[in-house]
Nanobody, 115 residues
Framework: QVQLVESGGGLVQPGGSLRLSCAAS????????MGWYRQTAGKQRELVAT???????HYADSVKGRFTISRDNAKNTVYLQMNSLKPDDTADYYC?????????WGQGTQVTVSS
């Protein structure tokens, strides 16, 4: 069974940076799209960023210019570089991979932005 394992979350001060990693147990080249989502208590999971195999990217308006999604096919890993973090970025961040009709999720990694 294919697994996605996130890492890199933690506590950071406002204005700081974190890099999240999502390691897949299989080649990521075969996925139609991979991405990062986030969720806070009582709210729906929301899209943060996506990336295709040809490295076309899409970002939520709230993170444009601050977050960068990238991929390393040789390492079967997708990254989310988060800069200029704000308290509103506090959430559980989830990696997602789609290969129609299958949708895969990681277990999540917590990001807390607080002074």
């Amino acid at each position: 069974q294919v697994q996605l394992v996130e890492s890199g979350g933690g506590l950071v001060q406002p204005g700081g940076s974190l890099r999240l990693s999502c390691a897949a147990s299989t080649s990521i080249v075969g996925f139609d799209v991979m991405g990062w989502y986030r969720q806070t208590a009582g709210k729906q999971r929301e899209l943060v960023a996506t990336i295709t195999p040809w490295e076309s990217t899409h970002y939520a308006d709230s993170v444009k210019g601050r977050f960068t999604i990238s991929r390393d096919n040789a390492k079967n890993t997708v990254y989310l570089q988060m800069n200029s973090l704000k308290p509103d970025d506090t959430a559980d961040y989830y990696c997602n991979a789609n290969k129609f009709p299958t949708i895969l999720w990681g277990q999540g990694t917590q990001v807390t932005v607080s002074s």
